[in-house]
């Protein structure tokens, strides 16, 4: 029992759980005015894209109110007791199977605006396939996780954490790229419209990078579980 204890105490770090808790509250929040921003600005977008954003804004929102349940029975209910940390109770669905869901619908949708500038299929559907391969990667990491029920026995490099992982980093570096180089030969002489590619391409740069690396460092951190 005591090896035990000491092993899960040995993996978690608990700050960075309490942190991240924290920051998906100040980020839900970013998310919920863009999402009115977005209401307010586009009310005439098509039906299907509304139906996204909103699905999105709703799943994001239940994944929070999971996230605290979950925060309360590890560090309140069961504070002091580094045995229930080992249980992962509903994290399984909020990450890994809500993060692939929502990189795969964010991913497609991407797919789509680069089949429209570039009227071209093999592009996207390459990006395609590897965001169905992610997808399918961190949903099988889930299943696994409430299957086993011990955060400690499951997070090991698996095959369906590498998967999930480095077919996420392969999709949102083609996309970075992709989109990067399109709207760059869409630059005119018009300043206007230089500006807003140029604002544009900073933040699909932005976005991208900051994904890859987080993405880097949880495949380091993967690998280097022993």
């Known amino acids: 029992m005591t090896a035990q204890l000491t092993d899960i105490g040995n993996f978690y770090s608990t700050g960075p759980l309490v942190i991240a808790f924290n920051l998906n509250w100040g980020l839900l929040g970013i998310t919920v005015v863009q999402i009115y921003f977005y209401h307010l600005s586009f009310p005439r977008d098509p039906v299907i894209i509304k139906c996204l954003v909103y699905f999105l804004g ?25 045995k229930g940390l080992d249980n992962p ?9 809500a993060d692939s869901i929502v990189g795969l619908i964010v991913q497609l949708f991407y797919c789509y605006r680069i089949f429209i500038l570039r009227k071209s299929f093999w592009l996207p559907i390459t990006i395609a396939l590897f965001s169905l391969l992610q997808a399918g990667g961190g949903m099988a990491n889930g299943i696994l996780m409430f299957m086993v029920g011990k955060m400690t026995t499951v997070h090991r490099p698996t095959v369906p ?6 077919s996420a980093l392969i999709s949102d570096s083609m996309i970075a790229i992709c989109m990067t180089w399109t709207l760059l030969k ?3 002489n018009v300043s206007n419209t230089n500006q807003i590619i140029s604002k544009i391409i900073r933040l699909t740069i932005a976005t991208n990078s900051l994904t890859e690396s987080a993405i880097f460092h949880s495949i380091h951190k993967y690998l280097s579980v022993s």
């Open 58 to 82: 709703t799943l994001e929102s239940i994944t929070s109110i999971l996230m605290l349940v979950d925060n309360y029975r590890w560090f309140a209910s069961g504070f002091g007791d580094l």
């Open 89 to 97: 109770l509903m994290s399984p669905f909020y990450s890994p199977i």
């Open 161 to 166: 954490i590498l998967l999930w992982y480095t």
């Open 186 to 188: 869409y630059k005119s």
